[in-house]
């Protein structure tokens, strides 16, 4: 597991290119900056871990666009020591960027095989999560609620009313909502049974599958 200049140089350019498309939270780009991407990747891809796409990780499954982890990261308008609910740990990148940026994660992935090697591979790295669980996202954690944020990395084809009442009142729900194309949603708490619902335009995710998947 090395980390080299020459990957740091690779990561700067990335940061920049973030910068360019609009991501201007210092706090995220800092976090983009710091954290080995490579290291998430299949060697295969290594030469590719530095460009802004999504790559094929194992289970079927992507690492996300960095530049679409830095929006949805973004939009949860973080507070260091937050308590916040991902949805879809997958190779743990999100995750990392969540650490990053000082909050108790906790965090849901439904394949046995991506939870069980990013739950080894995230320590490694020095990150310490509060709980992966190896489950349903659908349900949310509803032992471990309300949360300040909860952020689904996967196309949800509806908003699971779970998600929405985890939330603490004034809490952020980001969510990718749709099933070819995912429209980037935002819901605040505003009250018990109050959500403000805010929309950021067109995402590509994999598909959050439901149990019967
Ligand atoms: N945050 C991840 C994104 C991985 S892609 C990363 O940065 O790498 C989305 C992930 O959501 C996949 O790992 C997929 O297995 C997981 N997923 C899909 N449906 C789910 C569900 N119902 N509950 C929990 N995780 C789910």
Redesign the pocket.
């Known amino acids: 597991m090395k980390d080299t200049f020459k990957h740091k140089g690779l990561r700067q350019q990335l940061v920049n290119t973030l910068k360019a498309k609009g991501i201007s939270d210092v706090k995220v780009l800092e976090a983009i900056g710091n954290i080995p991407r490579h290291l998430f990747m299949d060697s295969g891809f290594l030469d590719h871990a530095y460009q802004d796409k999504a790559f094929p990780?194992a289970?079927d499954?992507?690492?996300?666009q960095p530049y679409t982890?830095a929006f949805q990261s973004e939009l949860l308008q973080i507070t260091p020591q937050d308590k916040v609910l991902e949805?879809?740990?997958?190779?743990?990148?999100?995750t990392a960027v969540l650490c990053e940026l000082g909050v108790r994660v906790y965090s849901?992935?439904?394949?046995q095989e991506?939870f069980k090697k990013t739950s080894k591979f995230l320590p490694k790295l020095g990150y310490r999560t509060k709980k992966l669980v190896f489950g349903?996202?659908?349900k949310g954690l509803p032992d471990e609620a309300p949360f300040d944020s909860i952020i689904v990395?996967?196309g949800a084809p509806f908003v699971p009313k779970p998600l929405l009442s985890q939330l603490k009142i004034g809490g952020r729900l980001v969510i990718p909502v749709g099933d070819a194309v995912q429209i980037m949603t935002l819901f605040i708490r505003k009250d018990t049974k109050e959500f403000e619902q805010h929309e950021f335009g067109e995402f590509r995710f994999?598909p959050?599958?439901?149990d019967r998947n």
Do not use: K, N
């Not at 499954?61 to 996300?64: A, D």
């Open positions: 990780i289970a499954q992507t690492i996300s982890v949805i879809g740990t997958g190779s743990g990148y999100q849901i992935e439904r394949q991506l349903d996202g659908y990395t996967a994999v959050l599958l439901e």
